[in-house]
């Protein structure tokens, strides 16, 4: 976490395993790490991508006040959007090969300020 504390501008993150035996390993960021992730203001793009056992987004995604785009690939094992709900900074939500679940509440998510593509099919 001190570390982080030093990337207060940093505006991309990806959590991307290109690892076939490494997939299923996480399951959900630590406490540690959604704290981390709370000190990284300037954020404006974040990236989860091959989790294929990560079971939910951060818990306090929506105070990602400068997050303007999320990404969800290959994470089929999220069944749900954070409880706290998602950014209102957020204007581009994309999914793509991701549970049903999930996909049904970025549909219901959509809006005329937020575009939200789920496999390919812009939804709104």
């Known amino acids: 976490m001190p570390f982080c ?19 299923g390993n996480l399951v959900s960021l630590t406490g540690e790490q ?6 990284l203001t300037s954020l404006q793009e974040l990236e989860f991508s091959w989790y294929t056992n990560l079971q939910s987004l951060p818990a306090n995604l929506h105070s990602l006040t400068s997050l303007e785009t999320l990404f969800i690939n290959y994470c089929q094992s999220i069944t749900r959007l954070p409880d706290m709900g998602l950014p209102t900074s957020l204007t ?12 049904m509440q970025c549909r219901i ?3 005329h300020k937020l ?10």
């Open 5 to 23: 504390k030093q990337l207060t501008s940093l505006t991309h993150l990806r959590f991307r395993c290109q690892s076939g035996e490494q997939r």
């Open 34 to 39: 959604e704290r981390a992730l709370q000190l």
């Open 92 to 103: 581009f939500l994309q999914l793509f090969h991701c549970s049903e679940e999930l996909a």
């Open 115 to 124: 575009r939200v593509i789920i496999d390919n099919q812009c939804v709104n």
């Open 109 to 111: 998510a959509a809006t």
